[in-house]
């Protein structure tokens, strides 16, 4: 779920040591040991979906000023934090006129390289606005989507097929999905992006005036009809013709729809001769319009007309992987147009978001940030910022035991990976909901709820083992005994890329655990 930094350094040891880092900081770690590797990482359209890169830049064979060309010339508009000894600051500055984003000093501190990854991934979420103001009028296209989903990169791919044809596009999907984003994406990456986009909401429409709407009317052919109205068809000529909730036309409007496609002309109420139209039609839909169909609710014909390329988009639960990029893009617009000082998402309040079903979908997440960015003080949202998502999340508990469930049930892909350290009880969203009773109804061991108090802080402070030694008020390898005591060996904080520890000190750590302490018995658990 996180971004994905792509980590460039020959030396094992910076690579070791960068890696560590990047995934304390909440980041998905990707090594390579060459500038060659880097490349083919990047340019792999199926592996790459990276979003930083630290590139060193002295290096045998292909050093960071090639990869900095080679990615240039590539067209790559992903951000580069390139990596200099200090005695390489000319070669800084060739880096930074060559494209780099930020530079910083071996050995970087942990500090100054969280610093620049928050900037430079800011940075990457305002390219798809730039780029788009650039091709002119803010118009949208599918690279402008975000889709790390195998499932959105499906829809995507058959949205390109769609925006190279003319014939008419069918978008199914629940309420709130993105429906009327991917037409705009498909008509701004089609051959007609420069002519209009013409939206219709079927739903809004009153089946007194649809006709009219649509197909258009002389002056007086309707009551009220003051002046000759063109009709959305022939307006939208040239270009597209969106629309949206195609399922509430009724019957009649229907057939004249399909004879309109079908001819390609249109007979306005009133006219004595038809107009001739060149428009391409996307739908949109959440209905089951085979099941209409069969109740006789909507026409056969009409939609074996409109489905010539179907698009199916699943909703935000089947795709959790986009959240964060959405959460970002979101927050980043919404503070420029509310002049707010929030820019970047806590590692919690992410969780917290990936964790929710979402049955508003795209649209109900777009208005939690929004919420969100104006509740906000300082330069990041965090938990508390949502607090009509955390109500949501939080089940009392005297009605846990009832319903069956837990104080907090998370849902995603998360729960699993988590499993193994923190109960999915424990969020951040939950911490004030530690039970002190069990469900028999009596007091829980002290021991218990200590495991539970421990097992949380891991997760809090995503597994920094002295900032949780510290918070806790007890020695690290006093935590360290505790850890073996619950079960979590080493290897399994690892494994969640929770410990910021070299080889020696894991090695002394764990002689530390291990030492007799008045008369103990060595224990060789750790060994």
Known sequence: MSE???????????????????????????????????????????????????????????????????????????????????????????????????????????????????????????????????????????????????????????????????????????????????????????????????????????????????????????????????????????????????????????????????????????????????????????????????????????????????????PLRDRPEDIPDLVRRFLLRFAAEECRRARTVSAEALDMLIALPWPGNVRQLENAVFRAVALAEGDELGVGDFPQLVKKMAIPNGMAEATGGTACDLVGPQAESMASIVPQTWTAASATLLPLLAEDGQIRSLAKIEADVIRFAINHYRGRISEVARKLGIGRATLYRKLETLGMTFNNVNDHRACLLGDRALKKAAWQARRPIKGQAWNKSLS
């Open 4 to 314: 994905r930094v792509l980590i460039v350094d020959d030396d094992p040891t910076q690579r070791r040591r960068l890696e560590a880092i990047v995934a304390n900081l909440g980041y998905a770690p990707v090594v390579v040991a060459n500038g060659d590797a880097a490349l083919a990482l990047l340019t792999d359209s199926e592996q790459a979906d990276i979003d930083c890169v630290v590139l060193d830049l002295v290096m045998p064979d292909l050093d960071g000023l090639g990869v900095l060309a080679r990615m240039r010339q590539a067209g790559l508009a992903i951000p580069v934090i390139v990596q200099a000894t200090p005695s390489g600051i000319d070669n800084v500055r060739s880096a930074i006129h060559a494209g780099a984003t930020d530079f910083v000093i071996k050995p970087v501190s942990i500090d100054r390289l969280h610093v620049s990854l928050r900037n430079a991934l800011a940075s990457r979420a305002l390219i798809g606005e730039l780029s788009r103001a650039r091709r002119g009028g803010g118009a949208l296209a599918l690279a402008d989507i975000v889709a790390r989903s195998p499932r959105m990169r499906t829809v995507l791919r058959t949205a390109e097929k769609a925006a190279a044809s003319r014939f008419p596009v069918l978008i199914k999907g629940e309420p709130g999905v993105g429906k009327t984003l991917i037409a705009r994406a498909i008509h701004g990456s089609s051959e007609r992006h420069a002519k209009p986009f013409v939206v219709v909401d079927c739903a809004a429409m009153s089946h007194a005036l649809v006709d009219s709407i649509l197909f258009g009317h002389e002056k007086g052919a309707v009551p009220g009809a003051a002046q000759r109205h063109r009709g959305k068809l022939v307006e939208a000529a040239g270009g597209t013709l969106f629309l949206d909730d195609v399922g509430e036309l009724p019957p009649g409007t229907q057939t004249k729809l399909f004879r309109a496609i079908e001819g390609g002309e249109v007979e306005p109420l009133g006219a004595r001769k038809p107009v001739k139209i060149d428009v391409r039609v996307i739908s949109a839909t959440s209905r089951d319009l085979v099941a209409e169909t069969a109740a006789g609710r909507f026409r056969e014909d009409l939609l074996y007309r409109l489905q010539a390329f179907q698009i199916s988009l699943p």
